[in-house]
């Protein structure tokens, strides 16, 4: 049996809290959210953006949390009633649990950033170090103001690796949260025009990225991608912090971790590189080129882990892409099958490329065709509309049959396509799902991608709950 994430004095001593009613003998796990917490848990009551965690205490409570985090504006209304740990700010309690929890952590630690590919070489990482050690890491994208904390808070203490994302939206939040999580190796898998609405440039990004560098460990490892034009700027940030070692990766000639060749298939890449001088060939059971890059950066975390890269390279092999991210279904449609490719996480101009390609390389059966199913992407500031018209270009080139698109930005993709390759366009993803229902047919292969905030999940959700799953991505 495993020992108790937390003790109840351990908890409540790391927050600063004072208690209010009995104290817990275990913390078994923490929560921010009542539909997903279990018995043991301890509830923080954080403010999110809709809704204050402080009125689901009571919920938290009957559901078996171990305790609740509230703040002292609260403490009246729930006297009594606890166990409570009373904090002036729940949200800053949790900040100081999960500094708490890495200071006592022995394992080795790794940070992921990046314009593009957080989470899934995020997921590649814990893949190939839980093979090696036990392992530790966001069960999702938490790689926000509370994401991270709460990871932090929710680590054993007697992992041996420990795996955190970081990510951005605006300037000055990638350092903070980089010091609450220490790390040994830190990546920034790429720059991309993604989050232009807050930054002038994309070299703006690149040093709000680079901020990690602050926060490693002295003499740990800073990881950069070779191929972008930002390279030199990423190394210059990096040799001025703390880092003792820069691996960079890529397929430039003098990348540290080198992509000599791959063969890219629809569901799975060969791969031959060159890790720090030594030969390597694996399968990769994630397609896509962009894996394939982001593959590099999880062998170069492995080498300056000391891990081991023959059996780290062996366990890419059962990569699967996440949820939202590239995970694949074949459904049963109307006179026959079609695949169903789910991207509908996140769009932005390099992830929307990655995923027409790979749509290119679908193969289709009978009167199958390519379609993708594209939602605006967000956050891009006054080039957003030229963005989303250059994708024209990777739409012609990957033999896509039909496009249906919605959001105003996709209009401008939508109209400067030839008429023979329109689907369907409205205004919002409610609109359009209806017409990309009734448009499936047998043989297709569908790829449904756009920012969180275009709502193309629905449109998968209604897929998938009209026709009948034939097989899913394990």
């Not at 504006?73 to 166990?83: D, I, K, N, T």
């Not at 200071?103 to 989470?119: D, I, N, W, Y």
Request: aromatic content about 4%; proline content about 6%.
């Amino acid at each position: 049996m495993s020992a108790p994430l937390w003790s109840g004095d351990s908890l409540v001593a790391a927050m600063g809290a004072r208690l209010a009613g009995a104290t817990p003998a275990a913390v078994t796990g923490a929560s921010i959210d009542t539909r997903t917490l279990e018995p043991g848990d301890a509830f923080f009551a954080i403010q999110g953006e809709a809704r204050d965690g402080h009125e689901f205490v009571a919920g938290a409570l009957a559901k078996g949390a171990a305790l609740a985090v509230i703040d002292e504006a609260h403490a009246a209304r729930f006297s009594g009633e606890g166990p409570y740990a009373v904090v002036p700010d729940v949200l800053r309690a949790m900040e100081l649990a999960g500094a708490a929890r890495r200071a006592e952590l022995k394992a080795q630690v790794v940070a992921v950033t990046g314009s593009v590919g957080k989470t899934g070489t995020k997921e590649a990482l814990r893949l190939v170090l839980s093979r090696q050690g036990k392992t530790h890491a966001p069960v999702a994208s938490y790689n926000n103001h509370w994401g991270v904390p709460l990871t932090l808070c929710r680590t054993p203490r007697d992992v041996v690796y420990g795996v955190y994302e970081i990510g951005m939206s605006n300037p000055g939040e990638i350092l903070p949260l980089a010091r609450l999580v220490r790390p040994h190796v830190a990546i920034i898998t790429t720059i991309q025009p993604v989050h232009l609405a807050a930054f002038a440039s994309l070299e703006g990004i690149a040093e709000e990225k680079a901020s990690v560098f602050w926060a490693l460990e002295p003499g740990g490892t800073a990881i950069i991608n070779a191929d972008i034009p930002q390279t030199e700027l990423l190394r210059s940030l990096a040799k001025a912090g703390p880092a003792g070692c820069i691996i960079s990766f890529g397929e430039s000639m003098d990348a540290d971790v080198r992509l000599v060749s791959c063969a890219l298939k629809p569901d799975v890449s060969t791969v031959d590189a060159v890790v720090m001088g030594q030969p390597v060939t694996y399968r990769l059971g994630s397609p896509g080129k962009h894996i394939v890059l982001n593959s590099l950066a999880v062998l170069a975390a492995v080498t300056a882990l000391g891990a081991d890269l023959a059996l780290a390279a062996l366990a890419l092999g059962d990569l699967k892409p996440p949820a939202g991210r590239g995970a694949r279904q074949i459904l049963q449609g109307p006179g026959g099958a079609f695949a169903l490719i789910d991207e509908s996480y996140n769009g932005n101009p390099a992830s929307m490329r990655a995923a027409i390609e790979n749509l290119g390389r679908m193969p289709v059966s009978g009167r199958g065709r390519r379609v993708a199913v594209l939602g605006d992407m967000l956050e891009l500031g006054p080039s957003g509309p030229d963005l989303h018209k250059g994708l024209a270009e990777v739409v012609l080139g990957n033999g896509v049959d039909k496009v249906f698109a919605c959001g105003p930005l996709m209009r401008g993709l939508y109209d400067s396509l030839p008429s023979t390759l329109r689907g369907a366009y409205a205004a919002q993803s409610s609109g359009l799902e209806p017409l990309v229902l009734d448009a499936i047919r047998a043989g297709d292969v569908v790829t449904v991608k756009g920012s969180l905030g275009s709502r193309m999940g629905p449109i998968v959700k209604a897929i998938v709950a009209r026709f009948p799953t034939l097989q899913a991505d394990e």
